[in-house]
């Protein structure tokens, strides 16, 4: 089954620091992509960076690069040069066309505060 | 453009009442899904769309019904509330996957439902 797992459910980072937010996936598909989402205390969810499973380089978007390692699953979200706008909840996701349906799984998230 | 738009944002129900919210997305996105956010668990799919006239059952499609009868409006129903269906719910909309390639999701403000 698919599955995303994200281990950290807090997470502090001084400001103008860089912060790697883990996240790990499960799935037998050869075909995927990986999502990040930020959500802030207003509720919207705001995608942040893509990353495919054929991609060969790293996704990369502005502040946000994602650290992609397919061997190990792995598809971890590093801010790099923290600001307090920052804070938030991210959420890891996936999607592929798991049984021809194209959903998009997410993981629990994980709560970032970016402290002065 | 309006992007993806749900109403009401906020709505509270007596047990046994029902009630239909509304998603409306101006993209000419193909894809539709309803999602319910309860505290530590992420988003969970509850129904999903693929295109005009059809949808299909997501991971907690119980006690919910839906229907797409055009392009841009995706309907979410609850028959009969129940307190378990206190949440957020989140309407999010996106283009069909391309090849390899997976689209981002664009969401919606959210609704937030409480159920007495």
């Known amino acids: 089954a698919q599955k995303i797992t994200q281990t950290q459910p807090g997470m502090f980072v001084q400001e103008k620091e860089a912060v790697t937010l883990d996240c790990t996936y499960d799935t037998s598909d050869q075909s995927y992509g990986l999502f990040w989402y930020k959500q802030p205390s207003s509720g919207e969810m705001i995608f942040l960076i893509y990353q495919g499973s054929y991609d060969e380089q790293n996704a990369t978007e502005g502040r946000y690069s994602l650290n992609f390692q397919k061997a190990r699953k792995s598809a971890n979200l590093v801010i790099s040069a923290s600001q307090l706008g920052d804070s938030a909840m991210y959420f890891c996701a996936m999607r592929g066309s798991f049984y021809n349906t194209d959903k998009l799984i997410f993981g629990t998230g994980t709560r970032l505060q970016v402290f002065p | 453009n309006a992007g993806v738009t749900q109403t009401p944002k906020f709505r509270v129900l007596k047990t046994g009442q029902s009630m239909t919210l509304l998603c409306a997305q101006d993209?000419?996105?193909?894809?539709m899904y309803w999602y319910r956010q309860d505290p530590g668990m992420g988003l969970r799919l509850i129904h999903y769309?693929?295109?005009?006239?059809?949808?299909a059952k997501g991971e907690v499609p119980d006690g919910y019904n839906v229907s797409r009868l055009k392009k841009q409006n995706f309907l979410l129903g609850l028959e009969s509330a129940a307190p378990s269906q206190t949440s957020v719910y989140f309407c999010a909309s996106s283009y069909r996957t391309s090849g390899r390639t997976y689209n981002e999701q664009f969401f919606g403000p959210g609704t937030r439902l409480t159920v007495l």
């Open positions: 769309s693929v295109g005009e006239g059809t949808t």
């Open positions: 993209m000419n996105h193909e894809y």
